[in-house]
């Protein structure tokens, strides 16, 4: 079994910045990329962010120049800073992991439970 948990999530005024964390534990052979995701009620769950093993980054448009995915490999760890947080950043944000538990199984990805960050104006 794998679990992701993530913490740092809260209320925070518009122009401010959180540092969201997520950490893996379990039977972890290996982790392949790693991402962030965030749903607000009424829409789709998106991407925000992700990461590779190797560091590779990706972004959501409309968080480019405000936030930073960034991962620790010994501590199968992934971090969001975000700064210049908005409104319309509220959401409920998930973390995403492909894990593979042993040697020559593919990595199937896992999702942490969601920590809610909440911006006001």
């Known amino acids: 079994q794998v679990q992701l948990v993530e913490s740092g999530g809260g209320l925070v005024q518009a122009g401010g910045s959180l540092r969201l964390s997520c950490a893996a534990s379990g039977t972890i052979f290996s982790i392949n990329a790693m991402g962030w995701y965030r749903q607000s009620p009424g829409k789709q769950r998106e991407l925000v962010a992700s990461?590779?093993?190797?560091?590779?980054?990706t972004y959501a448009d409309s968080v480019k120049g405000r936030f930073t995915i960034s991962r620790d490999n010994a501590k199968n760890t992934v971090y969001l800073q975000m700064n210049s947080l908005q409104p319309e950043d509220t959401a409920v944000y998930y973390c995403n992991a492909g894990v593979a538990t042993r040697s020559l199984v593919y990595a199937r990805p896992y999702w942490g439970q969601g920590t809610q960050v909440t911006v006001s104006s």
């Open positions: 990461i590779t093993s190797g560091g590779g980054t």
